[in-house]
């Protein structure tokens, strides 16, 4: 049975993502989910939550993030395509130096991209 703790209580390493989705792509590599999903671990990172919820609301047929479920372990992101990785990694970077705004101020930023 998989634990269902939300990803935003259980992420770590965001540093760690960053430097992974700013690599160069390579024509066979169209999926990241699971270096993300494998980057699980104790902690707490509530920017990069966010981030994740906005990424998987462009990738899905969602019109908001409180349509989102709860991401959770076994929550698997849809593969991007190489094209969209730098808009994310932009997306992050801008994130991650958000990390001193409040969780609803931050929220409103991700609904503006």
């Known amino acids: 049975m998989f634990n269902s703790t939300p990803i ?27 270096f993300i999903l494998s980057s699980l671990s104790r902690g707490s990172n509530d920017v990069l939550h966010f981030a994740l919820r906005h990424l998987s609301l462009c990738c899905t047929k969602t019109t ?11 929550y698997e992101l849809l593969p991007l395509k190489p094209t969209m990785k730098q808009e994310y990694s932009t997306l992050y970077k801008e994130l991650l130096s958000s990390r001193s705004k409040e969780p609803g101020e931050l929220l409103r930023d991700i609904n503006k991209l």
């Open 8 to 34: 935003h209580n259980t992420i770590y390493d965001p540093l760690g993502i960053i430097s992974f989705i700013t690599q160069p792509q390579s024509s066979d590599q169209y999926n990241w989910s699971p």
């Open 64 to 74: 908001h993030l409180k349509s989102l479920p709860t991401i959770s372990h076994h």
